[in-house]
């Protein structure tokens, strides 16, 4: 009997569908497994850290029964243990093994130590014997690798894992962002295998240069290929090295015995892989760390989202101060409203820092136009061109300069003796709060003072001599930028006095007028009471997020159109300190990094 056409199609389709399922079959047993790794995970002191740490960590994309975890923690005097166990108790049984020993046992110091922050070699040998210990059981349970992971690492780039395998190196680290100048990798080491800061130490840390490259050291993140035979050789014990002459350190020999082996550490740097705090000074105490741990988040809010907690840990995570005003009368925030990202880090940034912050939604220099400049009195002054590119004002940093401008006559109008001021794509130097509250009472000791920069670009020709007695505060010479700033009512009153809207140039142009350090005398003859007292932290306190050329630089002033191009008037832009309505451009030259920078501040660590 002859079969329908539709039962002739239907039997087509089951036959091309069976084929499918058995190509994909077949495609499906050739499919490898994900290399199997042995996790180390070494935690004392760490309850600040580790709300963060293992929420970041249970996110990693990497199949969790391919990871054994490795977990000791003792001689704590926090939290340490309950938040592990209680992590341990929901997530343990994600992972294809756990061996753990959280040892509630242990005093609070070691026997040598009088704080925990000293590293005599008792606590070494421990160390030593924990990180052998995790050697030899990956090693006998056929791990492919393992991961010496610190629990103060923060890795927000999930698929850390696969980048580093994929690099297919013997022993590699992802580049940790910190504070200052620290990393996680080691540019050079003397001959007695201490650290030392090379030339290309610093391209590297910065990412001018990016790349996978061979170091003498790397620590904290490191990922070790057990596959390699040469990898036997592997050890953290000065003991199993014969005529070992270095110090006793667990990283360093680990190091040395990876060179004796002919294995070479690698670093990469391309991204942004994740956050380090740096190590602490045997005469510091813990709450150093929790107050680098601020540091670090302020940091992390540069380019990315809070550190995120889970659920589960977030009664660990202290709440956040009360905010306050720092001892200031007012604290303004200058932010652009079509900037809704900066604004959003920038209070995100205060909330940690406690700060009462007051926003200004800033003139917008898209919203000028000539016509409009008139109508204000807005006049530029005759005879200014640019320095650089010898052209006029742009509307943005007119915008910019009514922003600020405006400021200063809320500062009038309401009495306020002392006043912050930042604008709002910076970052903050360690210890803000606490370095910001000794300028402030040194200067209040050693000078009258109506203006004191806290962000701002320093040339490099700069001659900035030290108050006497100072320990943070500098004469300030002619420079850029109005990043962040603190004044006086005396010192607001003096920059409204002047009646500069009549001969307006760019407000980071204005301010060294008036305090009579600017180069240009044809300028400063416009304003014949150049009597502003202004000076300078040093180093700086705060910075610019992004300079010009790296990604995520945006400058509003230098893209904006040039004044005198008549445009129809816009609708009205008035002064809003409620954050509605008013936009600004932030004024910062389209000068590279290094193309004016002299000092920015930072400080090598460990050195």
């Given at each position: 009997m002859a079969l329908s056409s539709s039962f002739t199609c239907a039997i087509y389709f089951l036959i091309l569908l069976?084929?499918?399922?058995?190509?994909?079959?077949?495609?499906?047993?050739?499919?490898?497994?994900?290399p199997t790794i042995t996790v180390v995970l070494l935690a004392r002191n760490k309850e600040h850290t580790l709300p963060y740490f293992l929420t970041l960590f249970e996110r990693l994309e990497y199949p969790k029964n391919r990871m054994s975890l490795f977990i000791r923690s003792d001689h704590n005097q926090d939290k340490t243990v309950d938040i592990l166990e209680e992590w341990l108790s929901s997530n343990k049984h994600r992972y294809h093994s756990v061996n753990a020993v959280l040892d509630r046992s242990t005093p609070k110091l070691y026997p040598s130590e009088v704080k925990p922050t000293q590293w005599g070699d008792d606590r070494f040998d421990h160390l030593i014997s924990l990180k052998e210990e995790a050697l030899a059981?990956?090693?006998n349970t056929w791990s492919d690798y393992i991961w010496f992971l610190d629990v103060d690492v923060f890795l927000t780039k999930s698929n850390i894992l696969y980048l580093m395998i994929g690099e297919d190196k013997a022993i590699i680290a992802p580049m940790l962002n910190s504070l200052a100048t620290y990393s996680n990798f080691w540019?050079?080491?003397?001959?007695?295998?201490?650290?030392?800061?090379?030339?290309?130490?610093?391209?590297?840390?910065?990412?001018?240069?990016?790349?996978?490259?061979?170091?003498p050291m790397v620590h904290s993140c490191v990922l070790v290929d057990l596959k390699l035979v040469a990898s036997d050789n592997l050890t953290f014990s000065p003991k199993n090295l014969s005529a070992y002459d270095g110090p006793h350190d667990d990283i360093i020999t680990f190091a040395i015995s990876a060179n004796l082996a002919g294995l070479e550490m690698h670093v990469i740097n391309y991204e942004k892989y994740g956050f380090i705090p740096p190590p602490l000074g045997e005469n510091q105490n813990l709450i150093i760390d929790h107050k680098q741990l601020q540091s670090l988040k302020l940091e992390v809010l540069v380019d990315l989202p809070p550190l995120p907690v889970s659920s589960q840990l977030s009664k660990y995570v202290p709440a956040l101060p009360k905010k306050n005003k720092a001892h200031f009368d007012e604290i303004y925030l200058i932010s652009l409203a079509r900037r809704p990202e900066r604004r959003e880090r920038m209070l995100l940034s205060f909330d940690e820092l406690a700060l009462n912050v007051k926003v200004f939604d800033a003139v917008d220099g898209k919203k000028l136009n000539e016509t409009y400049l008139k109508e204000l009195g807005v006049k530029q002054m005759d005879n200014y061109k640019d320095p650089w590119s010898q052209r006029d004002m742009t509307y943005g940093e007119i915008g910019c300069f009514l922003s600020h401008y405006y400021i200063w006559v809320d500062i009038v109008n309401n009495g306020h003796k002392?006043?912050?001021?930042?604008?709002?794509?910076?970052?903050?130097?360690?210890?803000?709060?606490?370095?910001?509250?000794?300028?402030?009472?040194e200067a209040n000791d050693l000078v009258e003072w109506d203006l004191i920069y806290l962000g701002r670009k320093k040339l490099k020709s700069s001659d900035e001599p030290w108050v006497e007695g100072a320990e943070a505060l500098v004469y300030v010479d002619y420079s850029y930028w109005t990043l962040c700033y603190v004044i006086t009512l005396e010192g607001?009153?003096?920059?409204?006095?002047?009646?500069?809207?009549?001969?307006?140039?760019?407000?980071?142009?204005?301010?060294?007028?008036?305090?009579?350090k600017h180069p240009e005398a044809d300028w400063k003859a416009n304003f014949p009471n150049r009597n502003l007292k202004?000076?300078?932290?040093?180093?700086?306190?705060?910075?610019?997020?992004?300079?010009?050329?790296?990604?995520?630089?945006?400058?509003?002033?230098?893209?904006?159109?040039?004044?005198n191009e008549d445009d129809e008037p816009p609708a009205s832009v008035e002064p809003n300190?409620?954050?509605?309505?008013?936009?600004?451009?932030?004024g910062l030259s389209g000068l590279s990094k290094d193309e004016l920078l002299q000092e920015d501040g930072r400080k090598q660590i460990g050195d």
């Open positions: 069976l084929s499918e399922l058995n190509v994909q079959g077949a495609i499906n047993q050739n499919v490898l497994k994900e059981i990956a090693r540019g050079g080491m003397t001959e007695d295998y201490w650290y030392t800061r090379t030339d290309d130490y610093i391209p590297i840390l910065d990412r001018k240069q990016t790349g996978c490259y061979s170091v002392k006043v912050l001021l930042f604008e709002d794509d910076i970052r903050f130097e360690p210890f803000f709060l606490e370095k910001m509250k000794h300028l402030i009472a607001a009153q003096k920059l409204l006095d002047a009646q500069p809207l009549k001969k307006i140039i760019p407000v980071d142009e204005y301010l060294p007028i008036m305090f009579d202004a000076f300078s932290a040093s180093p700086l306190l705060v910075y610019p997020t992004h300079y010009t050329g790296e990604v995520g630089y945006i400058s509003d002033t230098e893209i904006s159109p040039i004044i300190l409620d954050g509605k309505g008013l936009e600004l451009d932030l």
